[in-house]
T-cell receptor
Framework: GQQVMQIPQYQHVQEGEDFTTYCNSS?????IQWYKQRPGGHPVFLIQ?????EVKKQKRLTFQFGEAKKNSSLHITATQTTDVGTYFC????????FGTGTSLTVIP | NAGVTQTPKFRILKIGQSMTLQCTQD?????MYWYRQDPGMGLKLIYY???????DKGEVPNGYNVSRSTTEDFPLRLELAAPSQTSVYFC??????????????????FGPGTRLLVL
């Protein structure tokens, strides 16, 4: 079946450092979505990318969709303690698949 | 709007018991989903619905059943609880609409989750 993998699984950074998580799908995606889940919380939608090579920014967050529409990345510049949580990519195949997630810890 | 609500928040079941996890949304969304999330893992799709009266299996449907008699409600039924069903269950709803470039846009809104422990 379709697989959506993310690396790394865990990342610890000092506050102020940058962070990047990578998402790879075994099949081409029509779009990619990113969600954030705070510890003990529920996933919250961040953004959707649709076009090949698309780049979108939300303040310190930069999202990219690969040219082949099989991979994506989320980059956070100058992390803050409020960035703590697990970041998931997700996309539709014959169903809807979530990635394995990257758990971000920010050390003050 | 309350968004997506789920009840109960937490439940302990004995092996073999049954229960229904309730999910309600007040956003008039056509699409609804049930996911399970095991500790430290991603979300796995159990069942989904594209509208009232229509349901379909997701990636991990075994041991579960759903119904969608109204747009608002999408209950998930566990008939014979097993320890492997210990998990956090999230319900979500979404509205799919056309974007400016001809693509479709979707945002899933999640409920707060139900923690289920089967002993």
């Amino acid at each position: 079946g379709q697989q959506v993998m993310q690396i790394p699984q865990y990342q610890h950074v000092q506050e102020g450092e940058d962070f990047t998580t990578y998402c790879n799908s075994s099949t081409t995606l029509s779009n990619i979505q990113w969600y954030k889940q705070r510890p003990g919380g529920h996933p919250v939608f961040l953004i959707q990318l649709v076009k090949s090579g698309e780049v979108k920014k939300q303040k310190r967050l930069t999202f990219q969709f690969g040219e082949a529409k099989k991979n994506s990345s989320l980059h956070i510049t100058a992390t803050q303690t409020t960035d703590v949580g697990t970041y998931f990519c997700a996309g539709p195949g014959n169903q809807f698949y979530f990635g394995t997630g990257t758990s971000l810890t920010v050390i003050p | 709007n309350a968004g997506v609500t789920q009840t109960p928040k937490f439940r302990i079941l004995k092996i073999g018991q049954s229960m229904t996890l309730q999910c309600t949304q007040d956003m008039n969304h056509n699409y609804m989903y049930w996911y399970r999330q095991d500790p430290g893992m991603g979300l796995k799709l159990i069942y989904y619905s594209v509208g009232a009266g229509i349901t379909d299996k997701g990636e991990v449907p075994n041991g579960y059943n759903v119904s969608r008699s109204t747009t608002e409600d999408f209950p998930l039924r566990l008939e014979l609880a097993a320890p492997s069903q210990t998990s956090v269950y999230f319900c979500a709803s979404s509205f799919i609409y056309p974007g400016t470039g001809g693509e479709y846009q979707e945002t899933q809104y999640f409920g707060p989750g139900t923690r289920l422990l089967v002993l």
